[in-house]
């Protein structure tokens, strides 16, 4: 098999931004080049939210001046809202991730707005990017990802409704490539298929990418699912660290090196280096003083 699967490795943001141990710019920018060192094309490598809700991601700016140019590479940052898309674009991002939600319980506890206010301060991003002021600056690429579409930790169950409904409407706005996490990693791989064919009858001309979180043990089989359904964009965390903070029991994201092991096995084509990514896994674990979750980190690749 020589499909293609896109892994954008989340680690320097998702999989920051819930442990303990606070890094510093300085060692963040580090764990961006051993990523793209490993293999890594695309990457989320800062978070433009307030340093007093989500002190790990302090810095930024600091982050991105750190990162030397490397063509071919594409350095993405997360906001919340209009104010983080205006920091976003003082810093030489590549692409701009908005983060949106399907339920009104976790638009509001994460960034304070419910769905439809997610919707119309999108809409007015969008809206100033088609509006530049002529200066000549690139405009970084956007894409937006819902969270929550198979749980909330707030509201419940998510329909397969609510969630057509949300990609649509953000495939309505323009945008060309919509996230779907599981943010708190509840779904199964069926769940999976349901609500990937149900978001590319909502968005056919979109690319989708997902995101597993691995809290109860279905990451890797969720990410099975998607391929098997035809996502060739997936996220992962190198270790399998990460979580959301404002989401009650959210740990650990699918990790990077297990995700590719599994690909590589069965004959896709992944662009990482399995050794650098474990030996990058093995780093970041010292660094935040805990065990890495993934099973690669601790067994390593086989044939050794």
């Not at 920051?16 to 963040?28: G, S, T």
């Not at 490598?45 to 030397?68: C, D, I, K, N, W």
């Not at 983060?99 to 009104?104: A, F, R």
């Not at 779907?180 to 909502?202: F, Q, S």
Request: hydrophobic share 45%.
């Amino acid at each position: 098999m020589s499909r293609p699967i896109q892994i954008v490795e989340v680690g320097p943001r998702d999989g920051l931004q819930n442990e303990k141990i606070i890094l510093d710019p300085a060692a963040r920018a580090e764990m961006v080049l051993r990523l793209e060192a490993a293999g890594a094309r695309r990457i989320e490598a800062v978070s433009f939210v307030h340093p007093r809700l989500v002190p790990q991601m302090a810095g930024a700016e600091e982050v991105m001046t750190a990162l030397p140019s490397a063509p071919g590479r594409s350095r993405i940052g997360l906001v919340l809202n209009g104010k983080g898309y205006d920091r976003a674009l003082g810093t030489g991002v590549d692409e701009v991730n908005v983060s949106l939600s399907v339920t009104d319980g976790f638009g509001l506890k994460n960034q304070g707005l419910a769905v439809a206010d997610q919707t119309a301060m999108l809409a007015d991003i969008l809206a100033r990017r088609h509006n530049s002021d002529g200066t000549g600056t690139p405009v970084p690429a956007l894409s937006a990802t819902l969270s929550c579409v198979w749980g909330c930790p707030f509201d419940g169950e998510v329909s397969v409704d609510q969630v057509s409904e949300r990609v649509a409407a953000l495939a309505g706005l323009g945008v060309t490539e919509i996230g779907l996490a599981d943010t708190i990693g509840v779904a199964d791989p069926w769940a999976v298929t349901r609500k990937v064919e149900a978001a590319r009858a909502a968005a056919p001309d979109a690319t989708l990418r997902l995101h597993f979180h691995d809290t109860r043990n279905t990451g890797v089989a969720n990410a099975y699912a998607a391929v098997q359904a035809g996502v060739d964009v997936l996220d992962a965390s190198v270790g399998g660290i990460g979580g959301c903070p404002f989401a009650p029991g959210a740990t650990g994201n699918v990790a990077t090196e297990d995700l590719v092991y599994m690909l590589e096995r069965a004959g896709f084509s992944t662009g990482y280096d399995l050794d650098a990514l474990i030996e990058t896994a093995r780093w970041i674990g010292a660094k935040i003083g805990r065990p890495k979750p993934s099973a690669l980190s601790r067994a390593g690749g086989w044939p050794a």
